[in-house]
């Protein structure tokens, strides 16, 4: 199997400068997971669209997965309660 590019959008980036170094890089460690794995054990589709869903600790990462081009775009990060609002 490939392993898919990742494209962490601009505004997910912001958010991960602005987070405890310790956190971030837990989080950006799951992102580089997603190369080799991009529908690990644990992710879920979302409803009404084409996302999955990841969590890692209290946070989750929202990601698209385009198998044609073996990309994965990280489209969302956050805290699991603030997340979806």
């Known amino acids: 199997m490939a392993n898919y590019k990742i494209v962490i959008t601009t505004s997910v980036q912001k958010y991960l400068d ?7 890089e837990k989080l950006e460690e799951a992102m580089l997971k ?3 794995e991009p529908r690990p ?3 879920q589709k979302m409803s009404g669209t ?4 990841i969590r890692v600790g209290n946070y989750k990462i929202i990601y698209a ?8 775009i990280v489209l ?3 805290a699991r309660r603030d997340i979806y609002r």
């Open 18 to 24: 602005k987070l405890p170094d310790t956190v971030a």
């Open 34 to 36: 997603l190369e080799e």
């Open 41 to 43: 054990v644990g992710c």
């Open 50 to 53: 084409s996302a999955y869903r």
């Open 65 to 72: 997965i385009q198998d044609k081009v073996v990309l994965v």
């Open 76 to 78: 969302d990060a956050g």
